[in-house]
């Protein structure tokens, strides 16, 4: 059955406040949290209360096929995507980091391309995405050091690299059968993508670095937050309206996040915003809302 308007309209407007607040949540929590045991055990236990829901309401047990297909989205949207954006929040601000993410639909814009049977980018879109690139570029300034406003740049390669992975993770997503439903599909994804996390922090030093006493009340509120709001809802929601709508509808969020992130990094966390971060934020919100109306475009029925 296809889902009522209201109900897209709902979903639409969780992914884009939701998704916009995360940045945030996860500045604070990654401030006293080791970033990738942080993100696995958000991952873990979202996934496992949502599974068990699934599982109480009478839902199948998962096939192999689609515990091994989902781990590997998992993988790629929650340790690439996600987890190179935790490490890197621990030194670009969150608000900045909305705005780099924001050239996503760039990289899906490639993928698309480079996937077996993709279609190749029109002039329009080529155009956008060199717009998008002098944007990210006049926005990390690499020809200035931290101290004179360039932002860090092992932190602004991870958010890029993030960016590829998350890219990657959602198109294999549309292009992988395996039979789940959303809901069951985003359980997996968590729970493969948390384990892969867990796997990562280890050599990184996470359970070393981790001191529960040193961690603060707003540290672990950021973190439920994260679970209940981020995960449980946020990315259920994504992946539901990944079968029930376009891409390119969905692919909205990359340039309303942002605005969201920045506004609460100013109002919450006091973080600066001078004429780069809104000359850049334009360049680069411009280059995706041209890419996502030429998907559009090119995607409706002739």
């Known amino acids: 059955m296809s889902p009522s308007r209201t109900a897209l309209v709902l979903a639409f407007a969780a992914i884009y406040v939701i998704w916009g607040s995360t940045y945030l949540g996860i500045r604070v929590a990654v401030e006293s949290m080791p970033p990738f045991l942080m993100a696995a055990a958000r991952f873990i236990v979202a996934g496992a209360l949502l599974f068990t829901w699934l599982k109480l309401r009478g839902a199948a047990w998962p096939t192999a096929a689609q515990w091994r297909v989902n ?12 987890g190179a954006v935790v490490w ?7 608000g900045l980091t909305a705005l780099l993410i924001g050239v996503g639909p760039l990289f899906i814009v490639l993928t698309e391309w480079a996937w077996p049977g993709g279609t190749r980018p029109g002039a329009n879109t080529l155009a956008a995405l060199l717009l998008g690139f002098a944007g990210v570029t006049w926005l990390a300034a690499p020809w200035e050091n931290t101290a004179h406003g360039g932002l860090h740049l092992g932190g602004v390669a991870a958010i890029l690299l993030g960016c590829v992975c998350w890219g990657i993770g959602s198109i294999y997503s549309r292009h992988a059968k395996h039979g789940a439903d959303p809901l ?31 961690i603060p009340a707003r540290a672990w509120g950021a973190f439920v937050y994260l679970i209940a709001i981020g995960s449980l809802v946020g990315f259920s929601t994504f992946v539901w309206l990944m079968k029930h709508s376009t891409p390119a509808r969905v692919s909205t969020y990359a340039y309303v996040n942002p605005i969201v992130a920045v506004f609460l990094g100013w109002l919450l966390l006091h973080e600066p915003i001078g004429p780069r971060t809104l000359v850049a934020s334009t360049i680069i919100i411009t280059a995706v809302v041209i890419i996502t109306l030429q998907k559009a475009k090119s995607a409706a029925p002739r």
Not at 72 to 82: A, E, R, S, W
């Open 184 to 214: 069951l599909a985003a359980a997996l994804q968590m729970l493969g993508g948390g384990a892969a996390l867990l796997l990562v922090s280890v050599p990184h030093g996470d359970f070393a670095a981790l001191h529960l006493s040193a």
């Open 88 to 94: 890197a929040e621990q030194y670009v601000p969150s």
């Open 71 to 82: 781990a590997v989205i998992g993988t790629f949207l929650l340790l690439g995507g996600n």
